[in-house]
């Protein structure tokens, strides 16, 4: 997946001058070796220019950190810390940072090896706050060498996430179907996160795509589908368009990134699509989220930003799902309840046409669009990637725009049940505790759209902080609460 960012954390220790140096030295030193123990020298760098006590030394260690290439800061007291020198280490540094703190290494060692760094992290907090500065902190940011390498080695996938809004345009080709207002979002936020967005109409898709009739790479492109489809190739026909469309969208991404390393896709797909082109571009969306180019539906901009972060945050392929239909009594009796521990309403499908992924999937047949079909030719609506998505752990989640300029966005985690759907698309049976009250009371309360980006595993923690730092509001940042804690909107007596 090259189109994601690689992160290298500079680890740079600073020391409050009237405390020995050698402990943040010292310290350094044993959290790099209990880094490098557990999870090898790759994504880190250790400062060795200097200890910073000062702001020459900051301005030292900056330097040092930007020629070694790195594109996010750990800034860690291995003593009580200068709270004016780290917190302008971090306001000066390009990129993400957070902050750790030693703890204390023995009784035995308690007057001249105390660090005090438990009292420095509160007064580098307060000083981050004065100069408006954002970076991370772990829950548990004071520990040993050995936590602390645990509490970088978690900051890496939210980096990853930071750095990648800040390089990220997202390419729309819309405007949306009619009766689509759901997915409707400013675009406001987007310039306030760094993301850089280019709007274009289908019409410059739809003459880019025809330039592309005769490419000499087609055939090439048509064998990568049929050996990746396989027995499932049930429209081997369409092959040479759906190739001809994936080119088209490979080669606009090329010419119009510009100066952002990363793009992402808000695709259209219907009403006209499917006359004008030929067939329906779900095929080609699953392909490239394959290659970790996240392509939303129904030029869903908020559901493909959301999609861009799940990707960096899990390395992995993501999927955009609609969050689609109940699980019928008849199937929770029989495939779930006694099973699983789930209620029935903690169950329900998660759908689109055949966007996801061939490798999240259980099974998959490139056939055509039923529902589409109900009102147009079989014929061209024929590109969908159908079948039941692998069974897993998973993260439901959406960052969004509200129609007021809000930032707001919900996790939920759960997973995805070993039950056959008995039904089409890209679909599968999904289980998330206490669903139904997070449905009424954040999903429907807060007003979300349809639209649920889907990562494969559990990535909640990683992107709760990657909300908080981007600038969601806590009360804003939802999540599925246990029935111990009610919603604000929850009928006590119901």
């Not at 996010?72 to 957070?98: Q, R, W």
Request: hydrophobic share 40%; net charge negative.
């Amino acid at each position: 997946m090259n189109n994601l960012p690689q992160v290298k954390v500079g680890i740079v220790a600073v020391s409050r001058d009237c405390f020995p140096e050698s402990l943040s030295v010292n310290r350094r030193k044993a959290l790099v070796e209990a880094y490098a123990g557990k999870y090898g020298m790759e994504g880190i760098y250790e400062c060795p220019v200097c200890i910073v006590e000062s702001e020459i030394h900051m301005v030292q260690a900056l330097e040092d950190i930007k020629a070694a290439g790195c594109n996010a800061l750990c800034v860690y007291l291995g003593n009580f810390g200068p709270e004016i020198s780290e917190t302008l280490l971090a306001k000066h540094f390009d990129g993400p940072a957070m902050f750790i703190a030693a703890a204390e290494e023995s009784q035995n060692d308690l007057v001249g090896g105390r660090g005090d760094a438990y009292c420095g992290m509160l007064n580098a907090s307060y000083n981050l706050k004065l100069r408006n500065v954002t970076a991370y902190i772990p829950e548990n940011p004071v520990g040993t060498a050995a936590e602390c390498a645990d509490r970088i080695h978690e900051f890496l996938p939210i980096a990853r996430a930071i750095i990648g809004l800040h390089d990220l345009k997202i390419i729309s080709f819309g405007p949306r179907p009619l009766n689509f207002l759901a997915c409707n979002a400013p675009i406001k936020q987007l310039y306030n996160l760094g993301v850089e967005i280019e709007e274009n109409s289908e019409l410059d898709l739809f003459e880019a795509f025809n330039k592309h009739e005769g490419d000499e790479r087609i055939p090439a492109k048509v064998k990568e589908m049929e050996e990746e489809l396989g027995s499932g190739n049930l429209k081997p026909t369409i092959l040479p368009k759906l190739a001809q469309y994936e080119l088209t969208l490979l080669d606009w991404i090329e010419a119009h990134k510009g100066y952002r390393k990363y793009v992402a896709i808000a695709g259209k797909c219907w009403p006209a699509f499917q006359t004008q082109f030929g067939f329906v571009p779900c095929y080609v969306n699953s392909r490239l989220t394959g290659m970790g180019i996240p392509v939303s539906c129904e030029v869903d901009i908020y559901g493909c930003l959301s999609e861009f972060i799940g990707a960096c945050v899990s390395q992995d392929a993501v999927t955009l799902l609609d969050i689609n239909n109940t699980v019928p009594d008849d199937m929770y009796a029989e495939s779930i309840q006694g099973k699983f521990p789930y209620t029935h309403s903690d169950t329900f499908m998660g759908f689109h046409c055949g966007n996801t992924c061939s490798k999240k999937l259980a099974f998959c047949n490139m056939k055509y669009q039923m529902i589409m079909a109900r009102t147009l030719p079989e014929e061209v609506t024929q590109g969908t990637l159908e079948g039941d998505i692998l069974p897993g752990d998973i993260t439901f989640y959406r960052l969004q725009s509200t129609a007021d300029n809000k930032l707001r966005a919900y996790i939920a985690q759960g997973e995805i049940l070993p039950v056959a759907t008995k039904s089409f698309g890209g679909i599968g049976v999904f289980a998330i505790p206490e669903m139904g009250r997070f449905y009424r009371h954040v999903l429907i309360e807060k007003n979300y759209p349809h639209h649920g980006a889907v990562a494969f595993g559990h990535f909640g923690k990683s992107l709760y902080e990657v909300f908080k730092y981007i600038g969601v509001p806590v009360e804003d940042l939802n999540y599925n609460q246990p029935k111990s804690l009610p919603y604000p909107t929850e009928n006590p007596f119901a």
